[in-house]
């Protein structure tokens, strides 16, 4: 409906200016202005402007001076150019290759995300991996002083040995919670990164093809208004 609506305006500009560049010419040229809107989906719509009766016909001369020049279509194409709006999304939403378009942009979309669920499956695991080997290093290691405690274990042996002993285990237990936590703060660091990087590249990407798709869309119209006016010119030239 907004194409009838912007093909009526076009139509009633190009004939006011018609009217006004040639309004001394033959009454006979007048006569029969009723101009169909072209057919869409199968039906034609009423003529924007109805013949006049046959009573209202004269047969006035045509004075040799009084030709005017006639508005160029340039003119008329550059003022329909000038006053039309870009559609809105609400309007896009309703072409095909929009649609057509978004439903590509979610099938990537999930590819994306997948890739993206898979990479991160990965980085966990290695972690993982990485947290499970310093734990066995860690156990291994205690347990080694452990028994070289029970070996050397004598009554005699001072409490300065013990201490020193216990105080290995503790900075051995406090390397181990701060390995884990490090290793935590980097896997967050990388995941936020990457969901990052790929929000922002699908939103660019999908910002991009609105606009091509709204360029398109825009350039298919006009092209056909023009192609509609100059086939209204002719056929107003050869009446």
């Known amino acids: 409906m907004w194409r009838v609506g912007y093909q ?4 009633k500009l190009y004939y006011r200016t018609q009217v006004e560049a040639g309004s001394d010419a033959p009454s006979e040229s007048k006569v029969d202005q009723r101009v169909a809107m072209p057919a869409e989906n199968g039906l034609s719509h009423t003529p924007i402007i109805a013949p006049k009766p046959p009573s ?11 030709s005017k020049p006639s508005v160029k279509t340039e003119d008329i194409i550059q003022s329909v150019l000038t006053e039309l709006e870009a559609q809105s999304v609400e309007e896009l939403k309703q072409q095909k290759g929009f649609v057509r378009e978004q439903r590509k942009q979610y099938k ?18 290695e972690h993982t991996a990485r947290v499970s080997e310093l734990q066995g290093q860690y156990q291994r290691r ?13 009554k005699s042996r001072s409490e300065h040995s013990l201490s020193t002993l ?5 900075d051995l237990d406090q390397d181990e919670k701060y390995q884990k936590k490090e290793h935590i703060k ?15 590249a699908q939103l660019k990407k999908l910002r991009d093809v609105c606009e ?3 360029l398109e869309i825009n350039r298919s119209f006009v092209n056909e208004v023009v192609q509609y006016i100059k086939r209204d010119a ?6």
């Open 8 to 11: 009526s305006y076009v139509y």
């Open 56 to 66: 209202l016909v004269g047969h006035q001369p045509q004075s040799a001076g009084s």
């Open 166 to 170: 216990d105080q290995e285990l503790c």
């Open 108 to 125: 990537e979309m999930k590819e994306l995300v997948r890739k993206h669920h898979r990479k991160t499956s990965e980085m966990i695991k």
């Open 186 to 200: 980097q896997l967050v660091e990388k995941l936020t990164t990457i969901a990052e990087e790929c929000q922002s």
């Open 212 to 214: 091509k798709e709204k």
């Open 234 to 239: 002719c056929a107003a030239g050869e009446h």
């Open 142 to 154: 205690r347990s080694a002083l452990q028994k070289s405690h029970k070996r050397d274990g004598k």
